[in-house]
T-cell receptor, first 114, second 111 residues
Framework: DTGVSQNPRHKITKRGQNVTFRCDPISEHNRLYWYRQTLGQGPEFLTYFQNEAQLEKSRLLSDRFSAERPKGSFSTLEIQRTEQGDSAMYLC????????????FGQGTRLTVV | DQQVKQNSPSLSVQEGRISILNCDYTNSMFDYFLWYKKYPAEGPTFLISISSIKDKNEDGRFTVFLNKSAKHLSLHIVPSQPGDSAVYFCAASDGSEKLVFGKGMKLTVNP
């Protein structure tokens, strides 16, 4: 499978716990994006990497959120001290193109905070 | 504040007929528009796009029309097929790396 891979697919955690998601982009795609989608809404931009550099962060990305992309390959998104409002689908996408065009999305990680 | 609006949450059409999905935007800086399709339990899949220098882009059964003065775009699917049943998202970009999505519209194509 050469698509964008996200793990885990589902995560249930207790409020206050930390969680980490992983995204493996399509090989050689230098651009990687994280989006969050809540029920009834479209995906909302969280952050963007070009290679290993995190070049843009949304105001949605509070201090409890951190994303990394070491060596410009896979990426991780960590949420510390989770809150019920963090419950959402977290989508990763990658692209070989400049600008926000034709990004290829993974299946997402569904987070439920109880 | 929704910068990309898909005002109809759902649409139901008969197989073989035309499906028209509408999208409005408010940010005049948007210069690139995309449509994504999403099946349950899958991530969004790119369908078709259009640059603001064009008013129409066609790819097989899918055509996107852009009316910049009205800040409106539409996706036409002709003929509609049951496999087209999915949630469709309109998205826009201002040239940055960020896509702004609408809330989506569920299309059901009945056999």
């Amino acid at each position: 499978d050469t698509g964008v891979s996200q793990n885990p697919r589902h995560k249930i955690t207790k409020r206050g716990q930390n969680v980490t998601f992983r995204c493996d982009p399509i090989s050689e795609h230098n651009r990687l994006y994280w989006y969050r989608q809540t029920l009834g809404q479209g995906p909302e931009f969280l952050t963007y990497f070009q290679n290993e550099a995190q070049l843009e962060k949304s105001r949605l990305l509070s201090d409890r959120f951190s994303a990394e992309r070491p060596k410009g390959s896979f990426s991780t998104l960590e949420i510390q001290r989770t809150e019920q409002g963090d419950s959402a689908m977290y989508l990763c996408a990658s692209s070989p193109y400049t600008g926000a065009s034709e990004a290829f999305f993974g299946q997402g990680t569904r987070l439920t905070v109880v | 504040d929704q910068q990309v609006k898909q005002n109809s949450p759902s649409l139901s059409v008969q197989e073989g007929r035309i499906s028209i999905l509408n999208c409005d935007y408010t940010n005049s800086m948007f210069d690139y528009f995309l449509w994504y399709k999403k099946y349950p339990a899958e991530g969004p899949t790119f369908l078709i796009s259009i640059s603001s220098i064009k008013d129409k882009n066609e790819d097989g059964r899918f055509t996107v029309f852009l009316n910049k003065s009205a800040k409106h775009l539409s996706l036409h699917i002709v003929p509609s097929q049951p496999g087209d049943s999915a949630v469709y998202f309109c998205a826009a970009s201002d040239g940055s790396e960020k896509l702004v999505f609408g809330k989506g519209m569920k299309l059901t194509v009945n056999p």
